[in-house]
């Protein structure tokens, strides 16, 4: 099972700022089958990145997603307002298809 | 367009069986992976397993096996999650989602993650 440790857990930031969150994984990841999702308070979680760097449809372009084998990077370039919630990383590229424990970006 | 409509939150006594439903109000279905995902009170997300209703291959993740059933029928274009008996730890709220992978619109072999959730089942377990 691919264990996704993601860091840091809580990251304090002000609107306008740039934000970067990292995912790695404890062995590679099948043809960069990495995904990345947001998640607000009530709401099912969204999808924002798949296949490590594509961005799904709707999303904003100022979220960007690289990285290759086992460490993967999530990057707002300049934060909005509605998005201070919490991101999750999931491979699916060899079953289990595990999550990371999340990162929580608040406002600072 | 895609919507996944899961069924309303349930509240249940220890040893209680349970079966809740996930339904694809578009046409990815049977086509396409379907996934329930965990998620207990103030925690992160974890994969529970998935089907794919085409054929009904199923994969569990080693933590959920033996403890949950996942099913599909293909006709109702509906997929299941069951319990034979509820523990308080099964407290949680569920979310079926679309994916990671399936043919596409254009009948090509799509893998993009999990792109379409549902709005999540709540299921209270306590006696």
């Known amino acids: 099972e691919i264990v996704l440790t993601q860091s840091p857990g809580t990251l304090s930031l002000s609107p306008g700022e740039r934000a970067t969150l990292s995912c790695r994984a404890s062995?590679?990841?099948?043809?960069?089958?990495l995904a990345w999702y947001q998640q607000k308070p009530g709401q099912a979680p969204r999808l924002l990145i798949y296949g490590a760097s594509s961005r799904a449809t709707g999303i904003p372009d100022r979220f960007s997603g690289s990285g290759s084998g086992t460490d993967f990077t999530l990057t707002i370039s300049r934060l909005e307002p509605e998005d201070f919630a919490v991101y999750y990383c999931q491979q699916y590229g060899s079953s289990p298809y595990t999550f990371g424990q999340g990162t929580k970006l608040e406002i600072k | 367009e895609v919507q996944l409509v899961q069924s309303g939150a349930e509240v249940k006594k220890p040893g209680e069986s349970l079966k809740i439903s996930c339904k694809d109000s578009?046409?990815?279905?049977?086509?396409?992976?379907i996934g329930w995902v965990r998620q207990m009170p103030g925690k992160g997300l974890e994969w529970m397993g998935s089907i794919y209703p085409g054929d009904s291959d199923t994969r569990y993740s080693p933590s959920f096996q033996g403890q949950v059933t996942i099913s599909a029928d293909k006709f109702i274009s509906t997929v299941y999650l069951q319990w034979r008996s509820l523990k308080a730890s099964d407290t949680a709220m569920y979310y079926c989602?679309?994916?990671?992978?399936?043919?596409?619109?254009?009948?090509?072999?799509?893998?993009?993650?999990?792109?379409?959730w549902g709005q999540g089942t709540t299921v209270t377990v306590s006696s």
């Open positions: 578009g046409n990815s279905f049977p086509s396409y992976w």
């Open positions: 062995q590679s990841v099948s043809s960069n089958s």
């Open positions: 989602a679309r994916g990671p992978s399936g043919y596409d619109g254009s009948g090509y072999w799509s893998i993009k993650g999990m792109d379409v």
